[in-house]
Every structure is written in structure tokens, then in C-alpha cells.
Nanobody, 122 residues
Framework: QVQLVESGGGLVQPGGSLRLSCAAS????????IGWFRQAPGKEREGVLC????????YTADSVKGRFTISRDPAKNTVYLQMNSLKPEDTAVYYC???????????????RGQGTQVTVSS
């Protein structure tokens, strides 16, 4: 069964850090471009980061540049989103998704996880 499962979300204070995981089953995650998206209440879903293994490029939204990074562990078939210096405006449900290449839109994916809630608040 093909599946993406996010985890690692939670409540964190402003300035704190979280690492989200995106674990794949049923397919090899490293063969695909990986996108992280987020959707805050009442807002459109937006792209955060996209990593394309075919060219090694990472596409990063301006709002998270210098704070969020993506990494992979092929042995675990997992991708991570490291989020540092978190701000209240980073509060959202975060999703990982796959496609053949970056960039891709938040609804243009092959597979998508169910999302994990990140809340940044004091």
C-alpha cells in the first residue's frame, strides 16, 4: 500500500524548533521530488520547500528561507523538514507530497500525507 505519513508536529514557543518527518511505504521516496506544503486556517495551501533529487535543487519559499531545511534518510525511506526560529505565522497543518520534479503546486502531487499540526504560540 502506497502511503506517506507525517509526524513530529506539536506546540512550540516562538523561536523554537521542530523536525517533521515524512515516512513513505509502498514506494521508494528517494526516486521522487518531495514537497512540503502548509495550510493555515482560512488560508490557501502554500508551498514551503521542494527538493528535486534529479538535479539536487531545493526550492524554498521566501517566508521560510534561512529557517527551514529539508533532509533525507534513504535507508529509512523518510524525508525531514527541520524548522528553526519558528514564528506564530508558521502555525499550520504541514503536508508532504511527491511528484516527478520541483516545483509543483499543492494539489499537483502523486501522493500526499494526511498532515501534521504545527502550532507556534507562547
Amino acid at each position: 500500500q502506497v502511503q506517506l505519513v507525517e509526524s513530529g508536529g506539536g506546540l512550540v514557543q516562538p523561536g523554537g524548533s521542530l523536525r517533521l518527518s515524512c515516512a513513505a511505504s509502498g514506494f521508494t521516496l528517494a526516486a521522487y521530488a518531495i514537497g512540503w506544503f502548509r495550510q493555515a486556517p482560512g488560508k490557501e495551501r502554500e508551498g514551503v520547500l521542494c527538493y528535486s533529487p534529479s538535479d539536487g535543487n531545493t526550492y524554498t519559499a521566501d517566508s521560510v528561507k534561512g529557517r527551514f531545511t529539508i533532509s533525507r534518510d534513504p535507508a529509512k525511506n523518510t524525508v525531514y523538514l527541520q524548522m528553526n526560529s519558528l514564528k506564530p505565522e508558521d502555525t499550520a497543518v504541514y503536508y508532504c507530497a511527491t511528484k516527478n520534479r520541483c516545483p509543483f503546486g499543492p494539489y499537483e502531487y502523486y501522493y500526499r500525507g494526511q498532515g501534521t499540526q504545527v502550532t507556534v504560540s507562547s
